[in-house]
């Protein structure tokens, strides 16, 4: 690696030496590569093996042997680009066996594609492009979205889009035309979403005198579709996303559809059947395929805050079919979310004031993710740069390669869409008419906290906001250097006005932020830099690119990326899992951490004793030497410190302002959280200028993987002491015939049996653990643990004593399990 120059047409602390000239192409400038050395040779390779093992019986349901990877990839980013990117059948000379087999399908397929519409100002820069492009993958400083590495340069369909974003209207063949669509979407392993508000209510006429069926209705056709597409062996399940506006005559049926459905769930559940997450008897329940939305304007929110009527209009000629409180329907909404998740909330008037294309239509929908807003019928090309690789060892952001960066990977994206194929004929046209972009990140959260700086806070948000606003500033520069070069997209001129605006928007509200510490200020100098260019550029030019920048969730590519959180998150957990080479695991604290510490300035023996306690806790409260007003650095999404809701809904607010669309993120509340809780998060997010928000409630949903709830809880009954009594207790044997249930386990290798028998009325009263090696001093150990436990259980110690003291507990065996509900354990 050699720092360099940059590539073309920078300005202030980023400059270049090329710029684009009108049709003349691209001069590209070496930043991560050195002249006359191939990436591949300056890093060393090393052979592995890829078995994944079937979770319940040991068996192997992928094997690849040999398959090649640079020495610093971790075993997880291996396994995930090996099963999921590697093309060709297993077993076959054609099936790849290395990552540069798969980086330059790609990336030669780029360098031909922008060689051929005119990109490069000469071979030699199409050749630095292709090394730049190369580098970054190899040494993962960022990742296309999953499409391109499924379909690009194979004899498939050249998709690269994931994002799709469909259109419905009032007529039986629209409605078919929905279902094929989505399906030939889903086919292709991406996600959909759609705006069911120009269908007729239910409560309005047909033309033949009938009444309409209403869109609800039609929603369980397309659910059973994406349910059935989904178990088809698609790359990836079935996603999508259903919009309805909340002035639409059914908006309560829809609001409540899904909880209702959550309640067959339970009542199925406590029936016996399997109703857990992918559960056998889950597919007899509706509308489980799809996240569900309702768009809101602010004349709704406006009525909600000053607690008036809202009325809701028929479709056809918009007349009021019905007055409701608006607060009341409001309430029903967070109702819902309460019980399901579901509903989640788009905001509309704000999605259309930061709108590029208004005077081609308006934004209606968004993809399943509801970070791709734009126009119907359109696709978007997503890729996420990783923002710890630009995070220097002193604590400085590298903000001129961050720079350099932002330019080649939208150079790339653009081109993509020369070469891309499309679903329908009506996706095609748009996307090639209007070529949607969307530029993200992963890795914030991880960078917050090696930087010591808390996700909730205002240093925090400073930072993230100026990095949003160089990267979209800098996207869109680049977009007017690329529209000098190959042209404007096709819809500009109509919308040339709309679009200038917005750029002056962004650059406006990038001015009105405060820049907090020395990384903020020197992001945000730039990011003035960067929209000041962008704007006089494209003022003269037009713009590439009708949009620029999305955060999208970045799943499985930020495993492809060894990122420690994905897109705009904040870490998970302190402590997680590493796979080792042969199959085991071992349980690490985050990098970060350490990082982090010594940043805050923290001797290395006191770094190595808090880190110490956070491997054994899993938290950082009480840990020696770490000071209180530190602790904010360490939260997480979850843990004994986890950062409060309105925490995620700030960050969302800080960075919003910096991206052409929106935000994939879901706003997690505790069980404990009550429905003015979600109506407070809801109307805060309108407030403080969102796109869209999601909220997830914990234990809200039957198939949750993970609770540690009690899911009854006793009424209090008031009761008058007559006399006090001494109690003892009395041992409540079982019967000789009890009822009982043995289950498997396996933990890091260790195999053994849980046996838990119970009283005929009910209530657990014996517990045996049986490890398979008898003998030995483990199983000796549980036998007498089995036996205290139960004891215990008949004199009347309650089950959740136990649970709550024996949680925690760390030691051998530990590691990943047979189980798919827990996938790790810290102890048998």
């Known amino acids: ?120 100002a000469a071979p030699a820069d199409a050749e630095v492009f292709e090394h730049e492009l190369t580098w970054m993958l ?43 669509e989505e399906g030939l979407i889903f086919k292709g392993g991406s996600g959909s979403g759609v705006n069911l508000s120009r269908i007729r209510s239910s409560r309005e006429l047909l033309s033949s005198g009938g009444t309409a069926s209403g869109p609800v209705s039609f929603m369980r056709g397309a659910d059973a579709s994406a349910g059935t597409i989904k178990s088809g062996g698609a790359t990836r399940r079935a996603a999508k996303m259903v919009i309805l506006d909340v002035d639409h005559p059914d908006v309560v049926e829809f609001i409540q559809t899904k909880a209702r459905e959550e309640d067959k769930i339970r009542a199925l559940r406590d029936a016996g059947f399997d109703m857990d997450l992918g559960g056998a008897d889950i597919v007899s329940v509706q509308y489980q395929n799809a996240n569900n939305s309702v768009r809101v304007s602010g004349e709704f929110m406006r009525a909600v805050e000053d607690g008036a009527s809202f009325a809701l209009r028929a479709r056809l000629d918009g007349a009021v079919v019905d007055t409701v409180d608006a607060r009341d329907l409001f309430r029903q909404l967070a109702q819902a979310a309460w019980e399901c998740a579901d509903p989640g909330i788009q905001y509309d008037d704000v999605i259309n004031d930061w709108h590029t294309c208004p005077e081609t239509g308006r934004i209606t929908a968004s993809n399943p993710c509801s970070e791709y807003m734009h126009l119907d019928n359109s696709s978007c090309n997503l890729a996420s740069l990783n923002l710890m690789k630009f995070l220097r060892a002193d604590g400085g952001f590298e903000v001129a390669k961050f720079v350099r960066s932002v330019e080649l990977v939208i150079t790339a994206m653009d081109i993509s869409i020369c070469f891309a194929d499309f679903p329908t004929q009506k996706i095609g046209e748009t996307t090639r008419a209007y070529r949607q972009l969307g530029i993200g990140y992963a890795n914030l959260g991880a960078l917050l906290m090696a930087s010591g700086l808390p996700y909730d806070s205002e240093d925090g948000r400073s930072v993230a906001a100026g990095i949003t606003s160089v990267m979209t500033g800098t996207a869109y520069r680049r977009s007017a250097e690329l529209a000098a070069a190959v042209g404007a997209y096709d819809g500009y001129a109509r919308n040339a006005s709309a679009h200038q605006r917005v750029m002056r928007q962004h650059a406006d509200a990038s001015e009105r932020v405060p820049a907090r510490g020395a990384n903020a200020t020197a992001l945000f100098k730039e990011a003035t830099r960067q929209w000041q260019q962008g704007i006089r550029l494209g003022e003269k030019h037009g713009w590439r690119n009708s949009q620029a920048s999305v955060l999208a969730p970045t799943g499985t590519i930020g495993l492809m990326m060894d990122c420690d959180t994905t897109g705009v998150e904040p870490d998970l957990a302190l402590v997680k899992f590493k796979k080792l080479v042969g ?23 006191q770094v190595e004793a808090i880190v110490e306690h956070i491997a054994e806790h899993g938290h950082v409260v009480g840990a020696p030497g770490l000071k209180t007003e530190h602790y904010p650095v360490f939260d997480c999404a979850m843990g004994e410190r986890s950062i409060a809701p309105m925490g995620h809904v700030r960050m969302m607010s800080a960075v919003q302002p910096f991206i052409s669309g929106a935000i994939s993120k879901t706003v997690n509340m505790p069980e404990s959280a009550t429905v003015e809780d979600i109506e407070k998060t809801y109307f805060e997010g309108w407030k403080l200028g969102l796109k869209a928000l999601a909220i997830y409630r914990d234990n809200c949903k039957v198939g949750q993987p993970l609770s540690a709830s009690k899911r009854a809880t006793d009424k209090a009954v008031e009761t008058k002491v007559e006399k006090v009594v001494e109690y003892r207790p009395v041992r409540k044997r079982l019967p000789k015939k009890r009822p009982s249930e043995t289950v498997s386990f396996s933990v890091a290798g260790a195999k053994g049996y849980l046996t838990a028998s119970s009283y005929p009325d009910d209530g657990l009263g014996e517990v045996f653990l049986k490890m398979s090696k008898q003998g030995s001093t483990l199983a000796g150990v549980m036998d007498a643990f089995s036996i205290a436990v139960s004891i215990g259980l008949q004199y009347g110690v309650p089950l959740e004593t136990y649970v709550s003291k024996f949680t925690n507990m760390r030691f051998e065996p530990a590691g990943m399990t047979d189980d798919s509900d827990i996938r790790m354990a810290t102890s048998v």
């Open 1 to 120: 690696m050699t720092g360099a120059v940059g590539t073309s047409s920078g300005t202030g602390g980023a400059k270049g030496k090329g710029r684009a000239t009108t049709g003349g192409g691209l001069r590209v400038e070496r930043v991560w590569t050195t002249e006359g050395v191939h990436p591949y040779d300056e890093v060393s390779w090393e052979r592995r093996d890829v078995v994944m093992t079937n979770w319940r019986d040991g068996s192997i349901n992928f094997e690849q042997r040999g398959v090649e990877f640079p020495d610093f990839w971790s075993i997880n980013a291996a396994n995930i680009v090996t099963t999921k990117y590697f093309r060709g059948a297993v077993g076959t000379p054609e099936r790849e066996w290395s990552l540069r087999q798969l980086i330059d399908r790609v990336v030669l397929t780029y360098r031909r594609a922008g060689e051929e519409h005119g990109y490069f």
């Open 138 to 180: 190899l040494h993962q400083v960022f990742s296309f979205n999953s499409p391109v590495w499924f379909n690009v340069g194979t004899a498939s369909p050249q998709q690269v889009s994931a994002c799709f974003i469909l259109s419905v209207d009032d007529s039986m063949d629209s409605i078919l035309d929905w279902y094929k």
């Open 583 to 605: 199959g085991g695991s071992m349980q690490i604290v985050n990098q970060t951490v350490p990082r982090a510490l010594r940043s805050l300035g923290y001797p290395e023996e």
